[in-house]
């Protein structure tokens, strides 16, 4: 059963520094990684989508990378502003239709 | 841009009572999936919905739940018997393909009393 989990739980940072949220798994067939974005009591903003094909995901200040046989993927935030407080969610699809959620990251940037 | 909707926002019943929650996705899409999230847990997958049939459910999906689409642009979640635990917010995505992004609605807060 695929496990995902997300150090770390939570991070506060000054604006303008460069971050790192990772996301570990323990099942490294798996077909997609999905990075979202969710703002408190909201749903679910999608960031980045990576295939297992892939090794990373580009998206302005976002970079996504895969790393399926060690079970780990990484987003970088570079320049980060305070619109980027959120919870980040790292989520996994295996060859079935459903993702796994890890538990997220609760990022704060202040100003 | 398009998105996917969801109504009510909030809805609030008494334990044992139905519910049906709603979802219109992206037009062009053609899976359908339900998530929920208890407060403070993780995301949790229900259930998806291809060519007018589930294709996959979680062991959460048991027999009070079910999924319809009744039209061609609805998508819907009926819990049948709600309890106390049901208290939850119910995510409701789309996708073009099974490889692809998923676009989530906004979520349904409900609250079984």
């Known amino acids: 059963k695929q496990e995902v989990t997300q150090i770390p739980a939570a991070l506060s940072v000054p604006e303008g520094e460069n971050l790192v949220l990772n996301c570990s798994f323990t099942?490294?067939?798996?077909?997609?990684l999905q990075w979202f974005r969710q703002d408190p009591g909201k749903g679910l903003t999608s960031l980045l989508l990576i295939q297992s094909s892939q090794r990373e995901q580009t998206s302005g200040r976002l970079n996504a990378s895969l790393d399926k046989s060690s079970g780990r993927s990484t987003l970088y935030i570079a320049a980060s502003q305070p619109g980027d407080s959120a919870t980040y969610l790292c989520?996994?699809?295996?060859?079935?239709?459903?993702?796994?959620f890890g538990p997220g990251t609760r990022l704060s940037v202040l100003p | 841009e398009p998105e996917v909707t969801q109504t009510p926002s909030h809805q609030v019943t008494q334990m044992g009572q139905e519910v049906i929650l709603r979802c219109v996705p992206i037009s062009n899409h053609l899976y359908f999936y339900w998530y929920r999230q208890i407060l403070g847990q993780k995301v949790e997958f229900l259930v998806s919905?291809?060519?007018?049939?589930?294709?996959?459910k979680s062991e959460i999906f048991d027999d009070q739940f079910s999924v319809e689409r009744p039209d061609g642009s609805n998508f819907t979640l009926k819990i049948r018997s709600t309890k106390l635990e049901d208290s939850a917010m119910y995510f409701c995505a789309s996708s073009g393909d099974t490889g692809d992004t998923q676009y989530f609605g906004p979520g349904t807060r409900l609250t079984v009393l």
């Open positions: 099942d490294s067939a798996i077909y997609n």
């Open positions: 989520a996994v699809k295996g060859y079935g239709q459903n993702f796994v």
């Open positions: 919905f291809y060519n007018n049939e589930i294709s996959e």
